[in-house]
């Protein structure tokens, strides 16, 4: 058994900087991770795949993309290039191929078991990451025999999967991009639309990225928000990474000939049952599209910048066909592969723990976990809207270790959200104006 | 004061209806709700359905008054017309659920409603009732329902306000997923 003051669970983003802020206050810590640093990067995306967030937007602390491509999106290997440079540059000491099995509270802190030994710490932080596992439906029935399915984690490129046609289900940025590319590819997709959240790559001439952090919706905390419930589960912006700057949204891929549906709701008899809600879904769509953009264009006048952007403009409606199919005969329409683009989760199995919630989410007040000395990150919305993003790690790493160092100092810590005094000197807009720009 | 301050009331009691959510997210064996009606035939194509109680925050609910509702069908299928077909029971429920949904959404989002009118359409191939055509379905084609709102508020803020008593419906959710229904002979 070796003895630390605090285990970090994962070597990504998330824990990196957290490791980063703990050397800052000369707190003796250790990285645990399963596979390698940078791990689903690596192992769990596809070829093509490329961040969603612009060259200029990778930063940690102490550390940024330093290249001749600020606008340019990371395809992965520059990915884990960039982490591994990272790691090495903070020397995190980071234990690599070491798996955790279990952690359990203790008296004085938490023991956590690995594939390569045991640890005791006082405390920890859990930064694995939270799309570990691909979330699937669960269906009524067997599908079709013959029918292969696939989660984005499986999933490479196009060549690998049979010639005929493919239902992706889910119409997140991952089940626009792959929609995009198997169609493409000469495979014919249908994609079952549900919830989803349109946004251009570009607007007035600016990446969106570029707006929403300027705007500071990216720095919206989560003590600041109506409904932080419903912000943490929103979906994913249509977005894609790629050397044009390309926009997928529904119209262009309904322009490329995808066969759009609504969300997937049964399976019986050899068919694949839609629901007749995407007239709304994209109406719903459309309309928040348009208060984020109206978020923008305030922001833009009321900071005098307006002449720096081409003219606000707004973008075409969603095009829905008369009729959507509301079944797809998954013979007929010789459907070869199903992708399940539904989401992911956090794998948590090894915590033996009593956090976790009645929908097995992990309780916690902006990363500050409802068990004493434990911490998560990188989750959506964990403290701030970025904080799922690669440059929504500093801050939370930040704070977060500020109030870990007052933990392991036997300082009185409150679990409240308001512990660290918010960023000042960029303009934020109006907190309603946002909340009501992302959700309802 | 600033015109925000003058109260929204739309005879919606929303502090109710967000006090129920927050005390069922904490117990959500208290949200499970039944729904029932009785229905008696009277003759030909002519029924009488009730709706008096339900099941729901864990005991049964007893109204104070019986609701009654008799349905037939019109004089061109050769029936008496004592009451509204059964389909056309589904439109008015569907009407109904998304504008109470209205109502209550621009309660939450203060918004002062002056009118709101629904028409309710239901397209459907009757080739498929009366067994002509097994290719075509028994029930709608298709369902148009156009809101006619006069409000406090922008076109956008209209259009998001139906838009969302859509995704909160319960009507609306019945009428574009399926269900599966077990019907029985006692």
């Given amino acids: 058994m070796r003895n630390i003051a605090v285990l970090i669970i994962g070597a990504g983003h998330a824990g990196l900087a957290m490791s980063r802020w703990l050397s800052l206050r000369s707190i003796d810590h250790v990285v645990i991770e399963r596979g390698e640093i940078a791990n689903s990067w690596r192992r769990e995306r596809w070829d093509s795949l490329r961040l969603l967030t612009p060259n200029w937007q990778r930063r940690l602390p102490g550390f940024a993309y330093e290249g001749d491509d600020p606008h340019g999106f990371a395809a992965m290997p520059e990915v884990i290039g960039f982490m591994e440079r990272y790691a090495r540059r903070i020397a995190a000491p980071v234990e690599t191929h070491s798996r955790v099995t279990s952690v359990r509270r203790i008296e004085s802190g938490y023991h956590v078991a690995t594939t390569r030994g045991d640890w005791h710490c006082r405390a920890v932080v859990l930064a694995a990451g939270a799309c570990n596992i691909a979330s699937v439906p669960r269906l009524p029935e067997r599908l079709p025999a013959g029918i292969q399915t696939l989660t984005p984690m499986d999933y490479r490129n196009p060549g690998k999967l049979d010639h005929g046609g493919v239902l992706v289900v889910g119409a997140a940025a991952t089940g626009i991009q792959l929609a995009n590319e198997i169609h493409r590819s000469g495979r014919p997709v249908t994609l079952a639309v549900g919830e989803h959240i349109r946004a251009p790559r570009t607007y007035r001439g600016r990446d969106i990225q570029w707006w929403m952090d300027a705007a500071g919706v990216l720095d919206q905390r989560f003590d600041e928000i109506d409904d932080l419930e419903r912000a943490r589960r929103v979906p994913s912006f249509q977005l894609v990474g790629s050397p044009e700057c390309a926009t997928i949204d529904l119209n262009a891929l309904r322009d490329i000939g995808v066969q759009l549906t609504g969300r997937m709701v049964g399976l019986s008899g050899g068919k694949i049952w839609c629901s007749g809600s995407l007239r709304n879904q994209c109406a719903m769509s459309d309309l928040k599209l348009g208060r984020l953009l109206d978020t923008f264009d305030r922001w833009a006048s009321e900071n005098g910048r307006d002449r720096e952007f081409d003219p606000p403009h707004r973008l075409a409606p969603t095009i829905v066909d008369e009729k959507p199919p509301l079944s797809i005969d998954l013979a007929k329409r010789n459907v070869r592969t199903i992708i399940w683009a539904t989401g992911y989760r956090p794998d948590l199995s090894w915590l033996q723990i009593p956090v976790l919630d009645r929908k097995g989410r992990i309780r916690h007040n902006g990363g500050i976990v409802d068990a004493p000395g434990m911490y998560l990150m990188g989750m959506p919305f964990l403290r701030r809207r970025k904080s799922a993003l690669i440059d929504g790690a500093a801050d939370d790493a930040r704070e977060l270790s500020d109030h870990l160092a007052s933990y392991l100092a036997g300082r009185q810590v409150l679990s409240l959200p308001n512990f660290a005094p918010k960023p000042n000197g960029r303009d934020q807009v109006g907190t309603t104006a946002l909340a009501d720009a992302m959700s309802g | ?186």
């Fill in chain 2, 1 to 186: 004061m600033s015109m925000s301050a003058i109260a929204v009331n739309n005879g919606v009691n929303v502090d109710a209806l967000m006090g129920a959510r927050e005390a069922l997210a904490k117990a959500p064996e208290a949200a499970q709700f039944r729904w029932q009606a009785t229905c008696d035939w009277m003759n030909g194509t002519h029924s009488r359905a009730t709706v008096s109680n339900f099941f729901g925050l864990g005991q049964d609910q007893q109204r104070k008054t019986e609701f009654r509702f008799d349905a037939d069908h019109p004089e061109v299928f050769a029936s008496e017309d004592l009451g509204a077909t059964p389909v056309e029971y589904v439109l008015v429920g569907l009407g109904a659920c998304l504008t109470a949904g209205i109502a209550a959404v621009a309660q939450h989002r203060k918004i002062q409603l002056r009118s709101v009118s629904a028409t309710i359409e239901g397209a459907m191939d009757i080739q498929g009732i009366l067994g002509i055509d097994s290719d075509v379905r028994n029930g709608f084609e298709g369902i148009k329902v156009s809101f006619k709102v006069d409000a406090d508020a922008t076109a956008d803020e209209i259009k998001a306000l139906v838009a969302q008593s859509q995704k909160r419906s319960a009507v609306f959710d019945i009428v574009t997923n399926p269900t599966n229904v077990t019907v029985e002979v006692a």
